[in-house]
């Protein structure tokens, strides 16, 4: 059993054995407040404030947002945790997008979408400093 990623600085400190001191303690939760924080506030620029839909039209995928429809060249499934998806979109003419798909917001078709985001999703793009095996 693996234990959480906040209890290695307490492990790490009892093994040690440092003496660890109510300001230490302090000092920890404050600084795990602080990237919490960061966490947040990174995510809310990256991710969009509206929602958008996705569209499989049998052919290719396209972003539905109150713009419009934007057909996209790829769109690659970066993380799957089974009720949340967090995925890469590629538009035709402009900068990759991050967006998330939840059940939450899919509702009933969230079994279809991630069917289809399995057959239908392109493979990660090897970046210039990545070598292909």
Same mark, same amino acid.
Request: glycine content about 12%; aromatic content about 8%; overall charge positive.
């Given at each position: 059993m ?7 600085? =307490?492990?790490?400190? #009892?093994?040690?054995?440092w003496?660890? =001191?109510?300001?230490? #303690? ?12 960061? +966490? ?22 396209? =972003?539905?947002?109150?713009? +419009? ?7 690659v499934?970066?993380l799957?945790? +089974? +009720?949340?998806v ?5 538009p035709?003419?402009?900068r ?5 798909? =939840?059940?939450?917001?899919a ?5 279809? #979408?991630?069917?289809a985001l ?16």
């Open positions: 693996q234990a959480p990623a906040h209890c290695w600085p =307490s492990w790490l400190a #009892l093994h040690a054995q003496p660890v =001191s109510a300001s230490m #303690l302090l000092a920890a939760m404050a600084s795990a407040a602080l990237l919490a924080f960061a +966490g947040g506030w990174m995510a809310r620029r990256a991710l969009p404030l509206l929602p958008g839909r996705l569209r499989w039209d049998g052919q290719c995928w396209s =972003s539905v947002t109150p713009d +419009g429809p934007q057909p996209l060249q790829r769109l499934v970066m799957d945790l +089974g +009720g949340w967090l995925l890469r979109l590629h035709a003419g402009g990759a997008l991050w967006r998330v798909a =939840s059940a939450a917001s509702q009933a078709g969230w079994h279809g #979408l991630r069917v399995a057959a239908h999703a392109g493979a990660a793009v090897a970046t210039a400093g990545e070598g292909a095996a």
